[in-house]
């Protein structure tokens, strides 16, 4: 099963910007769309940004719209979130997921990593 290993994440005062890494095990990475999703502590898991296996669509969460991108290197087997003007909102355990078909924004993902901290101070 393919793996999936994230990085990039710490700690940043709001304004700032971090990139978020996450490097598939597997040479079908390019079957999968893919998937960040984030979980504040003791709140549920929700999505950030997801970005189709075969087509450039992407779909972001209404509060990370203008500031979060999503792409992906098939190359590399990696995907990638850039986040810019970062708030202390959005201090969270970020995680990459995979599933086979179109992305979609519940979390029904077939595949994850261990997660990746972020913490935006103010």
């Known amino acids: 099963q393919m793996q999936l290993v994230e990085s990039g994440g710490g700690s940043v005062e709001a304004g700032g910007s971090l990139r978020l890494s996450c490097v598939a095990s597997a040479p079908t990475f390019s079957s999968y769309s893919m998937a960040w999703f984030r979980q504040p502590p003791g709140k549920e898991r929700t999505l950030v940004a997801a970005?189709?296996?075969?087509?450039?669509?992407?779909l972001f969460a209404d509060s990370v719209e203008g500031r979060f991108t999503i792409s992906r290197d098939n190359a590399k087997h990696t995907v990638f979130l850039q986040m810019n003007e970062l708030k202390p909102e959005d201090t969270a355990v970020y995680y990459c997921?995979?599933?086979?078909?179109?992305?979609?924004?519940?979390?029904?993902?077939?595949?994850w990593g261990q997660g990746t901290q972020v913490t935006v101070s103010s």
């Open positions: 970005i189709n296996w075969s087509t450039p669509r992407t």
């Open positions: 997921a995979a599933r086979r078909g179109a992305p979609t924004r519940a979390a029904t993902y077939d595949i």
